[in-house]
Protein backbone atom coordinates (compact mmCIF):
# COMPACT_ATOMS: atom_id res chain seq x y z
CA UNK A 1 0.00 0.00 0.00
CA UNK A 2 1.35 3.42 -1.02
CA UNK A 3 -0.69 4.96 1.95
CA UNK A 4 -1.83 8.41 1.56
CA UNK A 5 -0.12 10.24 -1.26
CA UNK A 6 -0.40 14.10 -2.26
CA UNK A 7 0.88 16.01 -5.31
CA UNK A 8 3.01 18.49 -5.43
CA UNK A 9 5.63 18.54 -2.84
CA UNK A 10 6.21 21.99 -3.51
CA UNK A 11 4.69 25.07 -5.33
CA UNK A 12 4.45 28.92 -5.83
CA UNK A 13 1.59 31.07 -6.40
CA UNK A 14 1.64 34.13 -7.43
CA UNK A 15 -1.53 36.33 -5.30
CA UNK A 16 -4.75 35.49 -7.29
CA UNK A 17 -3.94 32.23 -8.82
CA UNK A 18 -6.06 29.11 -8.02
CA UNK A 19 -4.52 26.06 -7.92
CA UNK A 20 -5.64 22.34 -6.98
CA UNK A 21 -3.87 20.29 -4.36
CA UNK A 22 -4.02 16.24 -5.06
CA UNK A 23 -4.75 13.70 -2.30
CA UNK A 24 -5.37 10.13 -2.89
CA UNK A 25 -5.43 6.88 -0.37
CA UNK A 26 -5.24 3.57 -1.44
CA UNK A 27 -6.79 2.03 2.26
CA UNK A 28 -10.63 1.84 1.33
CA UNK A 29 -10.52 4.90 4.42
CA UNK A 30 -14.04 6.13 4.29
CA UNK A 31 -12.55 9.41 6.61
CA UNK A 32 -10.35 11.81 4.84
CA UNK A 33 -9.49 15.57 5.79
CA UNK A 34 -7.25 18.89 5.14
CA UNK A 35 -5.30 20.40 7.23
CA UNK A 36 -2.71 23.56 7.08
CA UNK A 37 0.41 23.62 9.29
CA UNK A 38 1.75 27.41 9.90
CA UNK A 39 5.25 27.72 11.12
CA UNK A 40 5.77 26.36 14.75
CA UNK A 41 2.16 25.34 14.98
CA UNK A 42 -0.23 22.43 15.11
CA UNK A 43 -2.47 21.16 12.72
CA UNK A 44 -5.56 22.89 11.63
CA UNK A 45 -8.87 21.26 10.22
CA UNK A 46 -9.65 22.84 7.08
CA UNK A 47 -12.38 20.74 5.43
CA UNK A 48 -13.25 16.58 6.09
CA UNK A 49 -14.95 14.10 4.62
CA UNK A 50 -16.84 11.52 5.74
CA UNK A 51 -17.65 9.57 2.72
CA UNK A 52 -17.67 9.81 -1.01
CA UNK A 53 -20.08 13.22 -1.87
CA UNK A 54 -20.17 14.01 1.54
CA UNK A 55 -17.92 17.30 2.82
CA UNK A 56 -17.83 19.67 5.72
CA UNK A 57 -16.22 22.67 6.81
CA UNK A 58 -13.28 22.03 9.56
CA UNK A 59 -11.80 24.97 11.66
CA UNK A 60 -10.31 27.10 8.80
CA UNK A 61 -12.56 26.30 5.44
CA UNK A 62 -12.22 30.40 4.23
CA UNK A 63 -10.58 30.51 1.05
CA UNK A 64 -10.27 26.89 0.35
CA UNK A 65 -13.37 24.47 -1.33
CA UNK A 66 -13.00 20.24 -1.74
CA UNK A 67 -14.70 17.48 -3.41
CA UNK A 68 -14.90 14.19 -3.03
CA UNK A 69 -16.56 11.91 -5.96
CA UNK A 70 -14.66 8.62 -4.73
CA UNK A 71 -13.68 7.11 -1.76
CA UNK A 72 -9.76 7.45 -2.74
CA UNK A 73 -9.45 11.25 -4.31
CA UNK A 74 -10.34 14.37 -2.18
CA UNK A 75 -8.61 17.38 -3.71
CA UNK A 76 -8.65 20.82 -2.34
CA UNK A 77 -8.71 23.78 -4.32
CA UNK A 78 -7.33 26.50 -3.47
CA UNK A 79 -9.14 29.92 -5.30
CA UNK A 80 -7.50 33.39 -5.36
CA UNK A 81 -4.45 32.53 -3.56
CA UNK A 82 -3.61 34.92 -1.07
CA UNK A 83 -0.23 35.13 1.35
CA UNK A 84 -2.14 34.36 4.32
CA UNK A 85 -2.22 30.51 2.79
CA UNK A 86 1.07 30.12 2.38
CA UNK A 87 1.48 26.79 4.46
CA UNK A 88 2.34 23.21 4.72
CA UNK A 89 -0.56 21.25 3.70
CA UNK A 90 -1.75 17.32 5.10
CA UNK A 91 -4.03 15.31 3.47
CA UNK A 92 -5.26 12.36 5.93
CA UNK A 93 -7.52 9.56 6.17
CA UNK A 94 -8.75 6.93 8.84
CA UNK A 95 -10.72 4.27 8.94
CA UNK A 96 -14.67 4.09 9.92
CA UNK A 97 -14.36 -0.25 10.64
CA UNK A 98 -15.91 0.70 13.92
CA UNK A 99 -19.01 2.99 12.71
CA UNK A 100 -19.14 5.73 14.53
CA UNK A 101 -15.86 5.35 16.85
CA UNK A 102 -12.51 7.66 16.10
CA UNK A 103 -9.31 5.96 14.88
CA UNK A 104 -6.32 7.01 14.15
CA UNK A 105 -5.61 9.45 11.04
CA UNK A 106 -2.76 8.70 8.60
CA UNK A 107 -1.22 11.33 6.84
CA UNK A 108 0.52 12.47 3.54
CA UNK A 109 3.65 13.95 3.12
CA UNK A 110 2.52 17.29 2.50
CA UNK A 111 2.75 19.80 -0.30
CA UNK A 112 4.58 23.32 0.42
CA UNK A 113 2.83 26.12 -0.73
CA UNK A 114 4.14 29.46 -0.91
CA UNK A 115 1.96 32.46 -2.09
CA UNK A 116 4.04 35.54 -3.37
CA UNK B 1 -13.86 23.66 24.86
CA UNK B 2 -10.72 21.49 23.64
CA UNK B 3 -7.02 22.40 23.99
CA UNK B 4 -3.93 20.35 23.98
CA UNK B 5 -0.88 22.51 25.55
CA UNK B 6 2.66 21.03 24.86
CA UNK B 7 4.88 24.06 26.94
CA UNK B 8 7.87 22.66 25.94
CA UNK B 9 8.77 24.36 23.02
CA UNK B 10 12.18 22.99 22.22
CA UNK B 11 14.10 20.10 24.15
CA UNK B 12 17.99 19.46 23.73
CA UNK B 13 19.46 16.19 24.88
CA UNK B 14 22.52 14.00 24.53
CA UNK B 15 22.24 10.52 23.17
CA UNK B 16 21.21 7.90 25.22
CA UNK B 17 19.64 9.95 27.98
CA UNK B 18 16.03 9.86 28.91
CA UNK B 19 13.16 12.67 27.97
CA UNK B 20 9.98 12.89 29.06
CA UNK B 21 7.59 15.45 26.60
CA UNK B 22 4.83 16.60 28.15
CA UNK B 23 1.08 16.92 27.40
CA UNK B 24 -1.60 18.45 29.11
CA UNK B 25 -5.21 18.45 27.53
CA UNK B 26 -8.46 19.98 27.78
CA UNK B 27 -11.61 18.77 27.52
CA UNK B 28 -15.47 18.53 28.81
CA UNK B 29 -16.18 15.43 27.13
CA UNK B 30 -15.59 12.17 29.92
CA UNK B 31 -14.54 9.91 26.82
CA UNK B 32 -11.91 10.79 24.68
CA UNK B 33 -8.94 10.01 23.00
CA UNK B 34 -5.30 11.04 22.99
CA UNK B 35 -2.56 10.73 20.22
CA UNK B 36 1.18 11.30 19.71
CA UNK B 37 2.55 12.17 16.43
CA UNK B 38 6.00 12.81 15.04
CA UNK B 39 7.40 14.88 12.60
CA UNK B 40 10.53 13.88 11.63
CA UNK B 41 12.83 16.65 9.41
CA UNK B 42 11.43 14.86 6.18
CA UNK B 43 8.01 16.36 7.50
CA UNK B 44 5.57 13.87 7.34
CA UNK B 45 3.50 12.58 9.97
CA UNK B 46 4.23 9.18 11.70
CA UNK B 47 1.32 7.73 14.17
CA UNK B 48 2.69 6.55 17.22
CA UNK B 49 0.00 5.75 19.83
CA UNK B 50 -3.76 6.07 20.88
CA UNK B 51 -5.11 6.10 24.10
CA UNK B 52 -8.43 5.76 25.53
CA UNK B 53 -9.89 7.86 28.62
CA UNK B 54 -11.04 4.27 29.61
CA UNK B 55 -7.89 3.01 30.27
CA UNK B 56 -5.27 4.43 32.22
CA UNK B 57 -2.77 1.61 32.28
CA UNK B 58 0.54 3.01 31.11
CA UNK B 59 2.12 1.51 27.86
CA UNK B 60 5.66 0.64 26.83
CA UNK B 61 6.58 -0.03 23.17
CA UNK B 62 10.58 -0.77 23.22
CA UNK B 63 12.07 2.74 23.99
CA UNK B 64 8.96 4.49 24.20
CA UNK B 65 6.60 4.86 26.75
CA UNK B 66 3.20 6.91 27.72
CA UNK B 67 1.92 7.48 31.17
CA UNK B 68 -1.47 8.96 30.97
CA UNK B 69 -3.19 10.76 34.46
CA UNK B 70 -6.53 11.32 34.04
CA UNK B 71 -6.40 13.07 37.72
CA UNK B 72 -3.83 15.74 36.28
CA UNK B 73 -5.30 15.20 32.55
CA UNK B 74 -1.88 14.66 31.12
CA UNK B 75 -0.60 12.28 28.43
CA UNK B 76 2.95 12.65 29.08
CA UNK B 77 5.84 10.82 26.60
CA UNK B 78 9.16 9.20 27.37
CA UNK B 79 12.03 8.06 25.40
CA UNK B 80 14.69 5.92 26.92
CA UNK B 81 17.85 6.60 25.87
CA UNK B 82 17.46 8.68 22.91
CA UNK B 83 18.89 8.38 19.92
CA UNK B 84 19.62 10.96 17.28
CA UNK B 85 16.83 9.21 14.81
CA UNK B 86 14.79 10.71 17.30
CA UNK B 87 15.19 14.12 16.68
CA UNK B 88 11.80 15.26 15.40
CA UNK B 89 8.67 17.31 16.38
CA UNK B 90 6.27 15.54 18.44
CA UNK B 91 2.70 16.13 18.71
CA UNK B 92 0.36 15.57 20.95
CA UNK B 93 -3.35 15.73 20.06
CA UNK B 94 -6.78 14.93 21.31
CA UNK B 95 -10.86 13.93 20.22
CA UNK B 96 -13.86 12.85 21.14
CA UNK B 97 -14.63 9.08 20.64
CA UNK B 98 -17.68 8.14 19.04
CA UNK B 99 -18.47 10.74 16.08
CA UNK B 100 -15.92 8.89 13.55
CA UNK B 101 -14.67 11.88 11.10
CA UNK B 102 -17.18 14.71 12.87
CA UNK B 103 -14.15 14.47 15.89
CA UNK B 104 -12.08 16.78 15.59
CA UNK B 105 -8.56 15.92 15.90
CA UNK B 106 -7.12 18.99 17.99
CA UNK B 107 -3.62 18.96 17.85
CA UNK B 108 -0.96 20.84 20.31
CA UNK B 109 1.88 23.52 19.48
CA UNK B 110 4.33 19.92 19.42
CA UNK B 111 8.06 19.61 21.05
CA UNK B 112 10.88 20.17 18.83
CA UNK B 113 13.22 17.18 20.56
CA UNK B 114 16.77 17.49 19.22
CA UNK B 115 19.32 14.55 20.17
CA UNK B 116 22.65 15.45 20.14
CA UNK B 117 25.27 12.67 19.47
Known amino acids: NAGVTQTPKFRILKIGQSMTLQCTQD?????MYWYRQDPGMGLKLIYYSVGAGITDKGEVPNGYNVSRSTTEDFPLRLELAAPSQTSVYFC???????????????FGPGTRLTVT | AQKVTQAQTEISVVEKEDVTLDCVYE???????LFWYKQPPSGELVFLIR??????QNEISGRYSWNFQKSTSSFNFTITASQVVDSAVYFCALSGIYGGATNKLIFGTGTLLAVQP
Open chain 2, 51 to 56: RNSFDE
Open chain 1, 27 to 31: MNHNY
Open chain 1, 92 to 106: ASSSSRGGTETYEQY
Open chain 2, 27 to 33: TRDTTYY
